[in-house]
């Protein structure tokens, strides 16, 4: 995926905290309008309620159109439903006065994979200070192995009682390079 499609991913992840929607994963889902490998399905609540991936190319020559397109579609329907059922939940976090930090780090996993495997890891360790992590970058070819794509994640960490040290830094980020190699991921 091009940094194109998780920019619109991202704008589709806000948009669904906006309307309170918080516990969401992507699925590969293949639709015959989608290039081969270049799709997701938005999954709410064992629902799909949505879907994003790049248009096949034949579809493109059909509408005679030479520029990649992304397209996405959500069931406004179900997120309606859904918000009704979250509305009254409040999620609001005072703003920490202490300034924040990222961690970035890069995988290699399967063609196949779903990105979400090691964001979803990286959740189950309850690290006080993580706020988000998201996939900002992946590319596949060149020095990756066949097979294989690199896929590069961002984690936001936010302290409410201190500043952060580099040594608590150092100590989140190794743990999350321990993390990826207890569970089969190389690093890039």
Known sequence: MEDDFLKVRKEIESFLKYIRIFEYFWDIKPEIFFHPGASLSLI???KQIGN?????PAVLDSFELKKRVIYGSLEFE????????N???SRFNVPSQF???????SILIGEKENTNLFTDLVRREKIPELQEGWVY????GGSVPVGKR????????VNYEKTFTQERIK????????????????LR
């Open 52 to 56: 994003l991936g790049y248009v096949h």
């Open 99 to 105: 300034p924040e930090a990222e961690i970035d780090i």
């Open 150 to 157: 690199s896929v590069s994640y961002r984690f936001r960490l």
């Open 44 to 46: 709410v609540d064992s």
């Open 171 to 186: 100590e989140i980020s190794d743990h999350l390079v321990a993390l990826a190699g207890k569970n089969g991921f190389v």
């Open 137 to 140: 970058s992946q590319f596949a």
């Open 78 to 85: 179900k997120l309606v439903e859904i918000w009704n059922t």
């Open 87 to 89: 509305r009254n939940i």
